[in-house]
């Protein structure tokens, strides 16, 4: 039985660090070295897929069920194709707080080129593309590069996981001070009375209190 | 989801309050207990106090704690409230300009 729940231990476990995975894969930046085809703007009914995609811009009606949204349709350096969209996050997650949608989109039409003679663009994004939901991931900035190798150093992803398991660090820092200052003493003196009322019954009660006390956590060091 | 942006933006603003007071109080918990321990241990490591009553001791450590809610140091948690504040701004600055 114990193995089991072992077992079952380490699949939550799993299930768990995938997810977290997973979610910084989704929402840190990543830069992308391609070629762009074409921009352009479609109309996009949400449904099930409404999780991948941002909200409707800053200022515009929120309550309508359909919008149009930017695209940047292009070519990957080994020939696949890649679509971003292009759309504001604003004050709403995740929180990159991208108001400068049209102006991305406008860098990107100025930088459309053939694959005659292609022009290479770092895309920085967000986000996944899958086909069969139809989600896309989100272009935050566009950038003409030197050619299709051009790499950069992920200093911002760095720099927010580092940051966040300071805060983690942290948090486990003030737990144990309150563990050790205010939860053990507690405990401790809880313990204290249960002994001295242990003590002061002998006979019967004493020997209910001793198979009590084989049942007591062992004394901590 | 709102496209409203006084709406949006004062969710987050909520957000950040709220956030910003929970850790704001956490910190200012966890700086004060690593005060008075230090208290503690500074009294109790001193041979010169070795035969004080605990009442003085208990006065000692009332005293630097009540110190320590006036000093620079206690005033550095407000941080909580500025750095997140400081870190949008970067943020907003760098993705759209």
Redesign the interface.
């Known amino acids: 039985m114990a193995r089991y729940f072992r077992i079952l231990k380490w699949v939550i476990l799993s299930l768990m660090a995938l997810t977290l995975v997973a979610f910084f894969h989704y929402v840190l930046p990543q830069h992308d070295v391609v070629r762009i085809t074409d921009t352009s703007t479609q109309r996009i009914d949400m449904g099930e897929n409404s999780l991948f995609w941002a909200a409707a811009d800053l200022g515009t009606d929120a309550t309508q069920t359909t919008r149009d949204v930017k695209f940047i349709a292009t070519i990957q350096p080994n020939g696949k194709p890649m679509v971003y969209r292009n759309e504001d996050t604003g004050w709403i997650w995740p929180p990159y707080f991208k108001f400068d949608s049209y102006n991305v989109q406008a860098e990107a039409s100025d930088l459309k080129s053939t694959a005659e003679a292609p022009k290479w663009v770092m895309i920085t994004h967000y986000g996944w593309r899958n086909e069969w939901f139809t989600i896309f991931p989100n272009a935050v900035s566009v950038k003409a590069v030197e050619g299709p190798d051009v790499t950069v150093f992920p200093w911002v992803n760095i720099v927010i996981l580092s940051g966040l398991l300071a805060i983690l660090f942290m948090l486990w820092r003030m737990w144990a001070q309150f563990k050790e200052r205010t939860i053990d003493p507690t405990i401790d003196a809880v313990d204290a009375r249960a002994d001295a009322m242990a003590d002061s019954a002998r006979g019967f009660g004493g020997r209910i209190s001793a198979w009590l006390g084989t049942w007591r956590a062992k004394p901590r060091k | 989801?709102?496209?409203?942006?006084m709406m949006?933006?004062f969710?987050?603003g909520l957000l950040y309050l709220v956030f910003a007071t929970v850790m704001y109080f956490?910190?200012t918990?966890?700086f004060r207990?690593?005060r008075?321990?230090a208290l503690e241990k500074e009294w109790d490591g001193d041979p010169a106090r070795e035969g004080a009553s605990a009442a003085e001791r208990e006065a000692f450590i009332e005293a630097g704690v009540a110190e320590w809610k006036h000093s620079f140091r206690r005033r550095l948690i407000w941080l909580v409230y500025v750095i997140p504040v400081l870190i949008?701004g970067v943020?907003?600055y760098y993705?759209?300009w």
Do not use: K, Q, T
């Open positions: 989801m709102g496209g409203d942006p949006a933006f969710r987050l956490l910190l918990v966890y207990s690593l008075r321990e949008i943020v907003i993705v759209n």
